[in-house]
Protein backbone atom coordinates (compact mmCIF):
# COMPACT_ATOMS: atom_id res chain seq x y z
CA UNK A 1 0.00 0.00 0.00
CA UNK A 2 1.17 3.37 -0.73
CA UNK A 3 0.38 6.63 1.60
CA UNK A 4 1.24 10.26 1.79
CA UNK A 5 1.41 11.86 5.18
CA UNK A 6 0.73 15.38 6.23
CA UNK A 7 2.73 16.46 9.05
CA UNK A 8 5.90 18.39 9.91
CA UNK A 9 6.64 15.83 12.12
CA UNK A 10 9.84 14.28 11.54
CA UNK A 11 10.11 11.85 14.25
CA UNK A 12 6.13 10.94 13.40
CA UNK A 13 7.32 10.28 9.95
CA UNK A 14 10.53 7.81 10.68
CA UNK A 15 8.16 6.21 13.35
CA UNK A 16 4.86 5.25 10.76
CA UNK A 17 7.55 4.41 7.79
CA UNK A 18 9.22 1.62 10.18
CA UNK A 19 5.77 0.37 11.59
CA UNK A 20 4.58 0.32 8.02
CA UNK A 21 7.11 -1.27 7.09
CA UNK A 22 6.97 -4.09 9.06
CA UNK A 23 3.29 -5.00 7.66
CA UNK A 24 2.36 -7.57 5.43
CA UNK A 25 2.29 -6.28 2.89
CA UNK A 26 4.39 -3.24 3.56
CA UNK A 27 3.02 0.41 3.94
CA UNK A 28 5.05 2.67 1.72
CA UNK A 29 4.94 6.16 2.84
CA UNK A 30 5.05 7.82 -0.84
CA UNK A 31 6.00 11.69 1.00
CA UNK A 32 5.06 13.95 2.77
CA UNK A 33 3.68 17.12 2.76
CA UNK A 34 4.07 19.78 4.98
CA UNK A 35 -0.01 20.75 5.57
CA UNK A 36 -3.65 20.32 3.59
CA UNK A 37 -2.91 22.93 1.28
CA UNK A 38 0.99 21.72 0.54
CA UNK A 39 -0.72 18.60 -0.45
CA UNK A 40 -3.30 20.18 -2.80
CA UNK A 41 -0.78 22.36 -4.18
CA UNK A 42 1.95 19.32 -4.72
CA UNK A 43 -0.03 16.53 -6.25
CA UNK A 44 1.39 13.42 -5.72
CA UNK A 45 1.39 11.37 -8.78
CA UNK A 46 1.79 7.72 -7.36
CA UNK A 47 -1.83 6.13 -6.79
CA UNK A 48 -2.22 6.66 -3.19
CA UNK A 49 -4.68 4.22 -1.50
CA UNK A 50 -4.12 5.94 2.13
CA UNK A 51 -3.46 9.76 3.33
CA UNK A 52 -2.50 9.61 6.69
CA UNK A 53 -3.22 13.67 8.52
CA UNK A 54 -1.34 14.42 11.22
CA UNK A 55 -4.10 17.51 13.03
CA UNK A 56 -2.08 18.00 15.93
CA UNK A 57 -1.80 21.34 14.61
CA UNK A 58 -5.28 22.33 14.83
CA UNK A 59 -5.17 25.04 12.39
CA UNK A 60 -3.93 22.98 10.05
CA UNK A 61 -7.63 21.12 9.46
CA UNK A 62 -10.05 23.07 7.67
CA UNK A 63 -12.93 21.08 6.55
CA UNK A 64 -13.11 22.60 2.81
CA UNK A 65 -9.55 21.61 2.48
CA UNK A 66 -10.03 17.88 3.49
CA UNK A 67 -12.90 17.48 1.27
CA UNK A 68 -10.94 18.94 -1.58
CA UNK A 69 -8.24 16.35 -0.36
CA UNK A 70 -10.53 13.64 -0.63
CA UNK A 71 -11.84 14.49 -4.27
CA UNK A 72 -8.11 14.48 -5.40
CA UNK A 73 -7.39 11.47 -4.28
CA UNK A 74 -10.34 9.74 -4.62
CA UNK A 75 -9.34 6.18 -4.39
CA UNK A 76 -7.38 6.96 -0.73
CA UNK A 77 -9.08 6.61 2.37
CA UNK A 78 -7.97 9.36 5.10
CA UNK A 79 -6.96 8.67 8.38
CA UNK A 80 -6.49 11.46 11.01
CA UNK A 81 -4.23 11.52 13.73
CA UNK A 82 -4.80 14.16 16.88
CA UNK A 83 -3.37 14.51 20.44
CA UNK A 84 -6.15 16.11 21.75
CA UNK A 85 -10.28 15.48 21.84
CA UNK A 86 -11.99 17.48 20.16
CA UNK A 87 -15.47 16.84 18.91
CA UNK A 88 -15.69 19.44 16.31
CA UNK A 89 -12.67 18.06 14.76
CA UNK A 90 -14.42 14.52 15.20
CA UNK A 91 -17.49 16.07 13.42
CA UNK A 92 -15.24 17.57 10.80
CA UNK A 93 -13.41 14.60 9.92
CA UNK A 94 -16.61 12.25 9.16
CA UNK A 95 -17.86 14.63 7.07
CA UNK A 96 -14.72 14.73 4.90
CA UNK A 97 -15.13 11.18 4.34
CA UNK A 98 -12.06 10.31 7.20
CA UNK A 99 -12.33 6.88 7.92
CA UNK A 100 -10.00 6.20 10.96
CA UNK A 101 -8.59 8.80 13.96
CA UNK A 102 -6.20 7.49 16.17
CA UNK A 103 -4.61 9.68 18.87
CA UNK A 104 -1.30 10.87 19.59
CA UNK A 105 1.24 9.79 20.58
CA UNK A 106 0.44 6.65 17.95
CA UNK A 107 -0.37 3.10 20.29
CA UNK A 108 1.36 1.13 17.45
CA UNK A 109 -1.05 -1.60 18.11
CA UNK A 110 -4.02 0.94 17.66
CA UNK A 111 -2.37 1.88 14.50
CA UNK A 112 -1.90 -1.60 12.84
CA UNK A 113 -5.41 -2.60 13.89
CA UNK A 114 -6.94 0.48 12.01
CA UNK A 115 -4.38 -0.05 8.95
CA UNK A 116 -5.99 -3.74 9.06
CA UNK A 117 -9.51 -2.05 8.53
CA UNK A 118 -8.40 0.28 6.00
CA UNK A 119 -6.57 -2.45 3.82
CA UNK A 120 -9.37 -5.16 3.84
CA UNK A 121 -11.02 -2.33 3.14
CA UNK A 122 -8.62 -1.21 -0.31
CA UNK A 123 -9.25 -5.04 -0.82
CA UNK A 124 -5.51 -5.64 0.18
CA UNK A 125 -5.31 -9.27 0.81
CA UNK A 126 -3.30 -9.68 4.64
CA UNK A 127 -3.08 -12.75 4.05
CA UNK A 128 0.21 -14.87 2.66
CA UNK A 129 -0.91 -18.42 0.72
CA UNK A 130 2.40 -20.50 2.42
CA UNK A 131 3.33 -23.24 0.40
CA UNK A 132 3.68 -26.78 2.87
CA UNK A 133 6.83 -28.72 1.62
CA UNK A 134 7.43 -31.93 3.93
CA UNK A 135 10.63 -33.49 4.29
CA UNK A 136 10.78 -37.36 5.30
CA UNK A 137 13.51 -39.50 5.81
CA UNK A 138 13.16 -42.72 4.09
CA UNK A 139 15.76 -44.43 6.77
CA UNK A 140 17.53 -42.90 9.29
CA UNK A 141 20.12 -40.68 8.77
CA UNK A 142 19.33 -39.96 5.43
CA UNK A 143 19.61 -36.48 5.98
CA UNK A 144 16.13 -35.18 6.22
CA UNK A 145 16.59 -32.88 8.82
CA UNK A 146 20.25 -31.44 8.03
CA UNK A 147 18.39 -30.24 4.47
CA UNK A 148 15.23 -29.34 5.93
CA UNK A 149 16.65 -26.97 8.24
CA UNK A 150 19.40 -25.86 6.17
CA UNK A 151 16.92 -25.61 3.02
CA UNK A 152 14.51 -23.56 5.82
CA UNK A 153 17.62 -20.81 6.36
CA UNK A 154 18.37 -20.36 2.72
CA UNK A 155 14.79 -19.58 1.88
CA UNK A 156 14.90 -17.11 3.82
CA UNK A 157 17.96 -15.72 3.86
CA UNK A 158 18.48 -16.45 -0.14
CA UNK A 159 14.88 -16.00 -1.67
CA UNK A 160 13.63 -13.29 1.18
CA UNK A 161 10.61 -15.50 2.16
CA UNK A 162 9.24 -16.00 5.71
CA UNK A 163 9.99 -19.76 6.52
CA UNK A 164 8.25 -21.66 8.94
CA UNK A 165 9.87 -24.90 10.69
CA UNK A 166 8.05 -27.81 12.32
CA UNK A 167 9.66 -30.53 13.89
CA UNK A 168 7.27 -33.44 13.71
CA UNK A 169 9.72 -35.70 15.08
CA UNK A 170 7.82 -37.50 17.97
CA UNK A 171 11.07 -38.85 19.70
CA UNK A 172 14.30 -37.43 19.73
CA UNK A 173 13.47 -33.89 17.91
CA UNK A 174 16.25 -32.12 17.37
CA UNK A 175 15.96 -29.68 14.06
CA UNK A 176 16.47 -26.54 16.19
CA UNK A 177 19.60 -27.02 16.94
CA UNK A 178 20.69 -27.72 13.92
CA UNK A 179 20.95 -24.46 12.94
CA UNK A 180 20.71 -22.24 16.07
CA UNK A 181 22.14 -22.55 20.09
CA UNK A 182 18.79 -21.61 21.56
CA UNK A 183 16.97 -23.87 23.62
CA UNK A 184 13.55 -23.80 22.83
CA UNK A 185 10.92 -22.04 25.34
CA UNK A 186 8.00 -23.67 23.48
CA UNK A 187 7.40 -26.68 21.62
CA UNK A 188 4.72 -28.00 19.38
CA UNK A 189 2.96 -30.25 22.27
CA UNK A 190 2.84 -26.84 24.53
CA UNK A 191 0.98 -25.04 21.46
CA UNK A 192 -1.14 -28.55 20.92
CA UNK A 193 -1.83 -27.64 24.56
CA UNK A 194 -2.81 -24.33 24.20
CA UNK A 195 -4.60 -24.72 20.87
CA UNK A 196 -7.52 -22.15 21.33
CA UNK A 197 -4.88 -19.57 21.49
CA UNK A 198 -2.85 -20.05 18.17
CA UNK A 199 -2.79 -16.70 16.16
CA UNK A 200 -0.06 -15.61 14.53
CA UNK A 201 1.92 -13.88 17.44
CA UNK A 202 0.91 -16.75 19.57
CA UNK A 203 2.78 -19.35 17.37
CA UNK A 204 5.43 -16.30 16.52
CA UNK A 205 6.08 -16.44 20.28
CA UNK A 206 7.04 -20.31 20.15
CA UNK A 207 9.13 -20.06 17.50
CA UNK A 208 13.11 -20.73 17.65
CA UNK A 209 14.36 -17.23 15.83
CA UNK A 210 17.02 -18.58 13.35
CA UNK A 211 17.00 -15.25 11.36
CA UNK A 212 14.02 -12.49 11.58
CA UNK A 213 12.71 -14.24 8.62
CA UNK A 214 13.61 -18.22 9.88
CA UNK A 215 11.59 -19.73 12.98
CA UNK A 216 11.56 -23.43 13.99
CA UNK A 217 8.92 -24.75 16.42
CA UNK A 218 10.54 -27.43 17.76
CA UNK A 219 9.47 -31.02 18.57
CA UNK A 220 8.54 -32.36 22.02
CA UNK A 221 11.43 -32.96 24.38
CA UNK A 222 9.64 -35.74 25.91
CA UNK A 223 8.03 -38.71 24.19
CA UNK A 224 5.18 -38.64 26.73
CA UNK A 225 3.72 -35.22 25.72
CA UNK A 226 4.24 -35.85 21.98
CA UNK A 227 0.38 -37.67 22.35
CA UNK A 228 -0.43 -34.26 23.15
CA UNK A 229 -0.58 -33.34 19.52
CA UNK A 230 -3.20 -34.18 17.41
CA UNK A 231 -4.23 -34.48 14.05
CA UNK A 232 -7.09 -31.29 14.43
CA UNK A 233 -4.39 -29.42 16.07
CA UNK A 234 -2.31 -29.70 13.06
CA UNK A 235 -4.85 -28.93 10.77
CA UNK A 236 -5.50 -25.49 13.05
CA UNK A 237 -1.08 -24.78 12.98
CA UNK A 238 -1.10 -25.52 9.54
CA UNK A 239 -4.05 -22.47 8.73
CA UNK A 240 -2.63 -20.12 10.72
CA UNK A 241 0.97 -21.01 9.39
CA UNK A 242 -0.01 -20.65 5.70
CA UNK A 243 -1.46 -17.05 6.42
CA UNK A 244 1.80 -15.88 7.76
CA UNK A 245 4.51 -17.31 6.17
CA UNK A 246 5.37 -18.37 2.54
CA UNK A 247 7.03 -21.84 3.01
CA UNK A 248 5.96 -24.03 5.93
CA UNK A 249 9.06 -27.06 5.78
CA UNK A 250 7.89 -29.85 8.27
CA UNK A 251 10.69 -32.07 8.98
CA UNK A 252 8.59 -35.35 9.62
CA UNK A 253 11.11 -37.76 10.76
CA UNK A 254 10.28 -41.10 9.53
CA UNK A 255 6.92 -42.05 11.32
CA UNK A 256 4.11 -42.29 9.99
CA UNK A 257 1.19 -41.59 12.18
CA UNK A 258 -2.12 -39.95 12.59
CA UNK A 259 -0.64 -36.70 13.18
CA UNK A 260 2.03 -37.03 10.68
CA UNK A 261 -0.87 -37.93 7.89
CA UNK A 262 -2.96 -35.00 8.49
CA UNK A 263 0.31 -33.26 7.60
CA UNK A 264 1.20 -35.06 4.56
CA UNK A 265 -2.84 -34.57 3.34
CA UNK A 266 -2.31 -30.59 3.51
CA UNK A 267 1.56 -30.75 2.23
CA UNK A 268 1.98 -29.37 -1.29
CA UNK A 269 5.06 -31.28 -2.20
CA UNK A 270 6.58 -34.45 -0.11
CA UNK A 271 10.25 -34.35 -0.49
CA UNK A 272 11.11 -38.09 0.99
CA UNK A 273 15.06 -37.96 1.74
CA UNK A 274 17.52 -41.19 0.67
CA UNK A 275 21.10 -42.39 0.01
CA UNK A 276 21.94 -43.60 -3.16
CA UNK A 277 22.10 -47.61 -1.31
CA UNK A 278 19.85 -50.41 -1.73
CA UNK A 279 18.89 -50.40 2.05
CA UNK A 280 17.13 -46.72 1.32
CA UNK A 281 16.19 -47.56 -1.85
CA UNK A 282 13.89 -50.46 -0.13
CA UNK A 283 12.91 -48.06 2.68
CA UNK A 284 12.02 -45.43 -0.10
CA UNK A 285 9.68 -48.27 -1.92
CA UNK A 286 7.79 -48.71 0.79
CA UNK A 287 7.36 -45.29 1.72
CA UNK A 288 5.73 -44.73 -1.92
CA UNK A 289 3.78 -47.85 -1.32
CA UNK A 290 2.31 -46.20 1.59
CA UNK A 291 1.66 -42.98 -0.08
CA UNK A 292 -0.02 -44.69 -3.05
CA UNK A 293 -2.28 -47.01 -0.94
CA UNK A 294 -3.68 -43.32 0.65
CA UNK A 295 -4.20 -42.70 -2.76
CA UNK A 296 -1.58 -39.62 -3.17
CA UNK A 297 -0.72 -38.58 -6.71
CA UNK A 298 3.09 -39.40 -7.21
CA UNK A 299 3.64 -36.22 -8.99
CA UNK A 300 3.57 -34.13 -5.78
CA UNK A 301 6.38 -36.37 -4.84
CA UNK A 302 10.00 -35.27 -5.17
CA UNK A 303 13.04 -37.67 -4.15
CA UNK A 304 16.10 -35.54 -3.06
CA UNK A 305 19.13 -37.85 -2.93
CA UNK A 306 21.52 -36.68 -0.48
CA UNK A 307 25.36 -37.61 -0.41
CA UNK A 308 25.49 -37.93 -3.65
CA UNK A 309 28.53 -39.04 -5.71
CA UNK A 310 28.98 -39.19 -9.39
CA UNK A 311 30.02 -42.56 -11.09
CA UNK A 312 29.09 -45.20 -8.21
CA UNK A 313 27.38 -48.44 -9.16
CA UNK A 314 23.59 -46.75 -8.90
CA UNK A 315 22.68 -44.38 -10.89
CA UNK A 316 19.60 -41.51 -10.81
CA UNK A 317 18.17 -43.45 -13.64
CA UNK A 318 18.20 -46.45 -11.92
CA UNK A 319 16.48 -45.04 -9.02
CA UNK A 320 13.92 -43.36 -11.18
CA UNK A 321 13.53 -46.74 -12.73
CA UNK A 322 12.80 -48.59 -9.15
CA UNK A 323 10.65 -45.86 -7.64
CA UNK A 324 8.57 -44.30 -10.63
CA UNK A 325 9.37 -41.08 -8.61
CA UNK A 326 11.45 -37.70 -10.13
CA UNK A 327 14.45 -37.03 -8.42
CA UNK A 328 14.13 -33.28 -7.75
CA UNK A 329 17.69 -32.59 -6.53
CA UNK A 330 20.88 -34.20 -5.67
CA UNK A 331 23.02 -32.84 -2.66
CA UNK A 332 26.43 -33.69 -2.47
CA UNK A 333 28.58 -35.56 0.55
CA UNK A 334 30.17 -32.42 1.55
CA UNK A 335 31.17 -34.44 5.20
CA UNK A 336 33.48 -31.49 6.63
CA UNK A 337 31.09 -28.21 5.82
CA UNK A 338 28.11 -30.39 7.05
CA UNK A 339 29.58 -31.71 10.13
CA UNK A 340 31.29 -28.36 11.26
CA UNK A 341 27.74 -27.01 10.55
CA UNK A 342 25.85 -29.79 12.50
CA UNK A 343 28.36 -29.91 15.40
CA UNK A 344 28.22 -25.96 16.02
CA UNK A 345 24.64 -25.60 15.04
CA UNK A 346 25.26 -23.11 12.64
CA UNK A 347 23.61 -23.06 9.25
CA UNK A 348 26.25 -24.05 6.67
CA UNK A 349 25.34 -21.40 3.95
CA UNK A 350 26.55 -19.07 7.13
CA UNK A 351 29.28 -21.06 7.96
CA UNK A 352 30.91 -22.45 4.85
CA UNK A 353 29.47 -20.19 2.20
CA UNK A 354 31.16 -21.43 -0.59
CA UNK A 355 31.10 -25.03 0.16
CA UNK A 356 29.04 -27.57 -2.27
CA UNK A 357 26.84 -28.07 0.42
CA UNK A 358 25.85 -24.36 0.60
CA UNK A 359 25.98 -24.11 -3.47
CA UNK A 360 23.37 -27.00 -3.50
CA UNK A 361 20.65 -25.24 -1.24
CA UNK A 362 21.22 -22.00 -2.91
CA UNK A 363 20.46 -24.19 -6.42
CA UNK A 364 17.56 -25.98 -4.30
CA UNK A 365 16.28 -22.70 -3.65
CA UNK A 366 16.28 -21.51 -7.14
CA UNK A 367 14.52 -25.18 -8.20
CA UNK A 368 11.39 -24.37 -5.57
CA UNK A 369 10.88 -20.85 -5.71
CA UNK A 370 11.52 -20.68 -9.94
CA UNK A 371 13.09 -17.98 -8.98
CA UNK A 372 14.29 -17.13 -12.47
CA UNK A 373 17.11 -14.25 -11.41
CA UNK A 374 16.70 -11.45 -14.33
CA UNK A 375 20.18 -10.12 -14.22
CA UNK A 376 23.00 -11.10 -16.24
CA UNK A 377 25.07 -12.74 -13.22
CA UNK A 378 22.47 -15.33 -11.51
CA UNK A 379 22.12 -16.14 -7.77
CA UNK A 380 24.60 -18.42 -7.84
CA UNK A 381 26.98 -16.50 -9.69
CA UNK A 382 26.47 -13.53 -7.34
CA UNK A 383 26.85 -15.40 -4.13
CA UNK A 384 30.20 -17.25 -5.00
CA UNK A 385 31.36 -15.00 -7.49
CA UNK A 386 34.73 -15.86 -8.91
CA UNK A 387 34.97 -19.06 -7.08
CA UNK A 388 31.65 -20.22 -9.17
N1 LIG B 1 25.14 -34.15 2.53
C1 LIG B 1 25.75 -34.58 3.61
N2 LIG B 1 27.09 -34.70 3.62
C2 LIG B 1 27.73 -35.15 4.73
N3 LIG B 1 27.12 -35.50 5.86
C3 LIG B 1 25.78 -35.41 5.92
C4 LIG B 1 25.03 -34.94 4.79
N4 LIG B 1 23.72 -34.92 5.14
C5 LIG B 1 23.64 -35.36 6.40
N5 LIG B 1 24.89 -35.67 6.88
C6 LIG B 1 25.20 -36.19 8.21
O1 LIG B 1 24.28 -37.20 8.53
C7 LIG B 1 23.80 -37.04 9.84
C8 LIG B 1 22.33 -37.43 9.90
O2 LIG B 1 21.55 -36.43 9.23
P1 LIG B 1 20.11 -36.03 9.75
O3 LIG B 1 20.07 -35.97 11.22
O4 LIG B 1 19.73 -34.83 8.97
O5 LIG B 1 19.30 -37.29 9.26
P2 LIG B 1 17.72 -37.56 9.41
O6 LIG B 1 17.27 -38.10 8.11
O7 LIG B 1 17.04 -36.39 9.94
O8 LIG B 1 17.75 -38.73 10.51
P3 LIG B 1 16.64 -39.18 11.60
O9 LIG B 1 16.01 -40.39 11.01
O10 LIG B 1 17.46 -39.45 12.82
O11 LIG B 1 15.67 -38.05 11.79
C9 LIG B 1 24.03 -35.57 10.19
O12 LIG B 1 24.42 -35.45 11.51
C10 LIG B 1 25.11 -35.13 9.27
O13 LIG B 1 26.32 -35.05 9.97
MG1 LIG C 1 15.79 -36.13 11.60
Known sequence: MKALLISRDGQLYSEIASQGAARVPPLHLAGTRASLRDALDRVESDNLQLLIIDASDSEQLEAGLLERLGRQYPSAQLMLLTDHHQPDLLITAMRAGVREVLQLPLVHRAFHEAMDRIASAAGVSLMR????????ACKGGSGATFISTNFGYALATLAAKKVLLID????FGDAALYV??????????????QIARVDAP??????VHVTP????????DDPAHAKDAKPEHIDTILRVARQHYDYVLLDVGRQIDAVSLRALDITETIYPV?????PDIRDARRLLDI????????DHIRLIVNRYEKGGKLRLQDLHAALGCEVMHTFPNDYIAVTDSVNQGVPVLQLSRSSAAARSLAEMVELVTARRVQESKGLLDRLFGGSA
Open 180 to 193: SDQKPSMTLSDVCA
Open 129 to 136: DGKVLAFI
Open 274 to 278: LQLAL
Open 202 to 207: FLDSCL
Open 291 to 298: FRSLGYVL
Open 168 to 171: LHGQ
Open 213 to 220: GFGILAAA
